[in-house]
């Protein structure tokens, strides 16, 4: 699905004009002269202008029926569409609103009522309307899209990430999806070494966590060193032995390699890498020696 104002949106005129009679009000008494079949033709041109995106044609008569006394959840809901695709949040939100009043378990109203907030930078108004229509649209996958950017804007990757995994499950194939998760991951990782940092400067995981950021870029002297210094910080920590050992590994020093596996075994005996990782360098050695 599409939502109007966020991406991947589509115009939620259709779905309320669909089950209209659920957001019927009674007309008011000047507007009992009219059909009803005449004010259903009305509000079908609206909703085909809408849909069209001939946004004036849909706004003239959607105001036109409000003036008539016309309220109800589909005129203001699909006026708050014709303001959010014009970027005129703040007059969108007044008409989400009241299209809640009418509706307020119509999660799309919310969902939308959210992304301007957001837009507007109204980020707590925000989140709790977009929490709402999660509970309202639990598979919509644009609410915990736009969730994930309500915390992320403010450089909350704990809660940031949830949402984004939310998002992905929901949509496997969509690589755009899975690689925006990849790159909240990273953001949290790296929120996670200066929460350490801040907290304990000489934090085993912290220099572990240094190892692996040089290791991941080929550095194996500097990878070694930062595990080294882990190693000294807490010597019965699991993986840091491990570590040492691959990184030794790398730099082909293979007894040095041997010493530090065993001390990872002795520290997690049942570790299939630790034994598969000792194999490799029994291995390495072997054909080093040839």
Same mark, same amino acid.
């Given at each position: 699905?599409?939502?109007?104002?966020?991406?991947?949106?589509?115009?939620?005129?259709?779905? *309320?004009?669909?089950?209209?009679?659920?957001?019927?009000?009674?007309?008011?008494?000047?507007?009992? %002269?009219?059909?009803?079949?005449?004010?259903?033709?009305?509000? #079908?041109?609206?909703?085909?202008?809408?849909?069209?995106?001939?946004?004036?044609?849909?706004?003239?008569?959607?105001?036109?029926?409000?003036?008539?006394?016309?309220? %109800?959840?589909?005129?203001?809901?699909?006026?708050?569409?014709?303001?959010? @695709?014009?970027?005129?949040?703040?007059?969108?939100?007044?008409?989400?609103?009241?299209?809640?009043?009418?509706?307020?378990? $119509?999660?799309?109203?919310?969902?939308?009522?959210? +992304?301007?907030?957001?837009?507007?930078?109204?980020?707590?108004?925000?989140?709790?309307?977009?929490?709402?229509?999660?509970?309202?649209?639990?598979?919509?996958?644009?609410?915990?899209?736009?969730?994930?950017?309500?915390?992320?804007?403010?450089?909350?990757?704990?809660?940031?990430?949830?949402?984004?995994?939310?998002?992905?499950?929901?949509?496997?194939?969509?690589? @755009? $999806? +899975?690689?925006?998760?990849?790159?909240?991951?990273?953001?949290? +990782?790296?929120?996670?070494?200066? @929460?350490?940092?801040?907290?304990?400067?000489?934090?085993?995981? *912290?220099?572990?966590?240094?190892?692996?950021?040089?290791?991941?870029?080929?550095?194996?002297?500097?990878?070694?060193?930062? $595990?080294?210094?882990?190693?000294?910080?807490?010597?019965?920590?699991?993986?840091?032995?491990?570590?040492? #050992?691959?990184?030794?590994?790398?730099?082909?020093?293979?007894?040095?390699?041997?010493?530090?596996?065993?001390?990872?075994?002795?520290?997690?005996?049942?570790?299939?890498?630790?034994?598969?990782?000792?194999?490799?360098?029994?291995?390495?050695?072997?054909?080093?020696?040839?």
């Amino acid at each position: 699905m599409r939502f109007p104002g966020i991406p991947e949106k589509p115009h939620w005129a259709l779905v *309320l004009w669909m089950s209209a009679w659920l957001f019927w009000v009674p007309p008011s008494r000047a507007q009992q %002269s009219r059909s009803q079949s005449e004010l259903n033709s009305r509000l #079908a041109a609206a909703v085909d202008a809408l849909k069209s995106g001939d946004l004036d044609t849909a706004e003239h008569i959607f105001t036109d029926e409000l003036r008539r006394g016309v309220k %109800s959840a589909l005129v203001f809901h699909n006026l708050g569409v014709i303001a959010q @695709e014009r970027g005129d949040h703040s007059l969108a939100i007044v008409r989400f609103r009241e299209a809640i009043q009418f509706r307020p378990d $119509y999660g799309p109203s919310r969902l939308l009522l959210g +992304s301007s907030l957001l837009a507007i930078g109204k980020r707590q108004e925000a989140i709790f309307e977009l929490r709402r229509a999660a509970r309202l649209l639990p598979q919509e996958p644009a609410v915990y899209g736009e969730l994930a950017r309500a915390y992320e804007s403010s450089g909350n990757w704990l809660e940031a990430v949830p949402e984004r995994q939310k998002l992905a499950s929901l949509a496997p194939d969509n690589a @755009e $999806y +899975s690689y925006r998760l990849g790159k909240d991951l990273a953001e949290l +990782s790296a929120w996670c070494i200066q @929460e350490v940092r801040r907290t304990n400067p000489d934090s085993a995981r *912290l220099h572990q966590a240094l190892g692996q950021e040089y290791a991941l870029q080929g550095k194996y002297e500097q990878a070694f060193a930062a $595990y080294r210094q882990a190693a000294r910080s807490d010597p019965k920590m699991p993986e840091l032995h491990l570590g040492l #050992a691959l990184m030794l590994l790398q730099l082909k020093r293979f007894d040095e390699a041997l010493q530090q596996i065993e001390l990872e075994l002795s520290l997690v005996p049942e570790s299939k890498i630790a034994a598969d990782t000792k194999a490799r360098i029994l291995a390495a050695k072997a054909s080093g020696n040839q």
